[in-house]
């Protein structure tokens, strides 16, 4: 089992900024890729930013430029720098992290943590 603790959400003005940061232990060894979902109300879960062990990255469309997501495979840890906030973007922040394991692909996910933009 993977344990992953998100922290760095809050409430910030239209244009401000957060960064997010999640922590993983447990059973590290093998993750392949970390990344963030958000979830709003009444919508599905949707990918935000995902980092692979390798380097490559990868954003919706609706972040590209204004978020950036970096690894710490040190630290087993992930980060989201959140820049020019819209209030389109106020959701609950999930931190994930894949991995195979005999050929099964597991994901893990965090609680959660709330980002409210307001306008």
């Known amino acids: 089992q993977v344990q992953l603790v998100e922290s760095g959400g809050g409430v910030v003005q239209s244009g401000g900024s957060l960064r997010l940061s999640c922590a993983a232990s447990g059973s590290v060894t093998g993750i392949s890729a970390m990344g963030w979902y958000r979830q709003a109300p009444g919508k599905e879960r949707e990918l935000v930013a995902v980092?692979?062990?390798?380097?490559?990255?990868n954003y919706a469309e609706s972040v590209k430029g204004r978020f950036t997501i970096s690894r710490d495979n040190a630290k087993n840890a992930v980060y989201l720098q959140m820049n020019n906030l819209k209030p389109e973007d106020t959701s609950v922040y999930y931190c994930?992290?894949?991995?195979?394991?005999?050929?099964?692909?597991?994901?893990?996910w965090g609680n959660g943590t709330l980002v409210t933009v307001s306008s």
């Open positions: 980092a692979t062990d390798s380097g490559t990255t």
């Open positions: 994930n992290a894949f991995k195979y394991n005999w050929g099964n692909a597991l994901n893990y």
